[in-house]
């Protein structure tokens, strides 16, 4: 195996160890020590086996770190979240650029289920993946249950 350099999320820390996920492949690297990260960094870095069994990984050199902020928020969609909401299916996602940089998902949910969903999308860990492949440093999660719509807001601030 050879050493290989991209954007990555750490899906688990612990003070001897961690688990770095490839963004881009879902390449998941388990580290034999672990250097100072947390649980939703990001490290654009180059990442190589460590011998002499090359089964686990070791950071050799990171270029930038930057955490993700996950915000369960107390805010509900704005009214051009819930105008998407309201033209697109119940199971069925809608994706707009916002001015400037990131995205807004927004997903129209039956009442009853807008709490698990968010919650779903809180505890993924394709959520951080994606917000690291937007270059987003924060992720707001909104809800109205009496709407039925969930929107999610990849912030680069």
């Known amino acids: 195996m050879t050493e290989k350099t991209g954007t990555f999320v750490v899906t688990?820390?612990?003070?001897e160890s961690a688990v770095v996920r490839d963004v881009e492949t879902a390449q998941v690297h388990t580290l034999a020590s672990n250097p100072g990260l947390e649980l939703h960094d990001v490290l654009e870095?180059?990442?190589a086996p460590e011998p002499p069994l090359e089964v686990a990984?070791?950071?050799?050199?990171?270029?930038?770190?930057?955490?993700?902020?996950l915000v369960d928020s107390d805010l509900?969609?704005?009214?051009?979240?819930?105008?998407?909401?309201?033209e697109t299916?119940?199971?069925d996602i809608v994706k707009e650029e916002r001015a400037g940089t990131g995205e807004i998902h927004v997903f129209p949910v039956p009442g009853e289920d807008v709490e698990?969903?968010?919650?779903?999308?809180?505890e993924d860990d394709e959520t951080i993946a994606r917000a690291a492949r937007l270059e987003a440093v924060r992720v707001e999660v909104r809800r109205s249950v009496?709407?039925?719509?969930?929107?999610v807001r990849y912030l680069p601030n």
Do not use: F, K, Y
């Open 89 to 91: 299916d119940v199971g």
């Open 57 to 69: 990984w070791e950071v050799i050199d990171v270029e930038e770190r930057r955490s993700i902020e």
């Open 12 to 15: 688990h820390a612990e003070s």
């Open 45 to 47: 870095a180059t990442v």
């Open 116 to 122: 698990a969903a968010a919650t779903d999308v809180l």
């Open 76 to 86: 509900e969609p704005t009214q051009h979240e819930r105008a998407l909401a309201a």
């Open 146 to 151: 009496d709407d039925g719509v969930l929107s």
